[in-house]
């Protein structure tokens, strides 16, 4: 297994809250990306990371921010929590990021706001 | 733009049956086709690919051909266990700086039953 983890796993917040969730992985891989996943709609691509410091934005990007400060982990904010934003998260990496290329995934963060 | 279209679910199967689910797509260049499969409580994780077309993927039993002139990639496993029940995504991955980014179907919930 890709050594790719995700925290928290489970998380509760408010309406309006700060949230940041995190992604480690132990590939060293270049490409990591950040999907929602919502019933009736499969995974979608929030945004994704080239390399250190280089990101960009993906199908359902408003309301999320993203870094990436070191090769092993992207962090993905919500500045201002909404419920719309209540969905599983997944962070996934690839090598090379191109085309053939097989993503790997994360187990997920179930996020809830109420 | 891209799109992947699979069959709704949930397909409900008794042991031993055979499976076919439907995936078709739209792209506007030559794309990498895949199978995704998340068992209850994981994250995504590949079943098979196919890079070009006539390719034929095939993982555990399961298998899917590349087939351009039809723009499908239907899923097949000629006889079911209890294990294989999970939700199967059908993806592509299209070239021309796509940067690997994934866009998903709906995804294909499979239960099977003993």
């Known amino acids: 297994d890709a050594g790719i983890t995700q925290s928290p796993r489970h998380k509760v917040t408010e309406t309006g809250t700060p949230v940041t969730l995190r992604c480690h992985q132990t590939?060293?891989?270049?490409?990591m990306y950040w999907y929602r996943q919502d019933p009736g709609h499969g995974l979608r691509l929030i945004h994704y990371?080239?390399?250190?410091?280089?990101?960009d934005k993906g199908e359902v990007s408003d309301g999320y921010s993203v870094s990436r400060s070191k090769t092993e982990d992207f962090l993905l904010t919500l500045e201002s929590a909404t419920s719309s934003q209540t969905s599983v998260y997944f962070c996934?990496?690839?090598?090379?990021?191109?085309?053939?290329?097989?993503?790997?995934f994360g187990p997920g963060t179930r996020l809830l706001v109420l | 733009g891209d799109s992947v279209t699979q069959m709704e679910g949930p397909v409900t199967l008794s042991e031993e049956a055979f499976l076919t689910i439907n995936c078709t797509y739209t792209?506007?260049?030559?794309?990498?086709l895949f199978w995704y499969v998340q068992y209850p409580g994981e994250g995504l994780q590949l079943l098979l690919k196919?890079?070009?077309?006539?390719d034929k993927g095939s993982n555990k039993g399961f298998e899917a051909t590349y087939r351009k002139e039809t723009t499908s990639f239907h899923l097949e496993k000629g006889s079911v266990q209890v294990s294989d029940s999970a939700v199967y995504f059908c993806?592509?991955?299209?070239?021309?700086?796509?940067?690997?980014?994934?866009?998903f179907g709906k995804g294909t919930k499979l239960s099977v039953k003993p």
């Open positions: 996934a990496i690839s090598d090379r990021g191109d085309e053939f290329e097989t993503q790997y």
């Open positions: 990371s080239y390399g250190v410091k280089d990101t």
């Open positions: 196919a890079t070009k077309a006539d």
């Open positions: 590939e060293n891989h270049r490409y």
């Open positions: 792209a506007t260049g030559y794309p990498s």
């Open positions: 993806a592509l991955s299209d070239g021309a700086g796509s940067q690997g980014n994934l866009i």
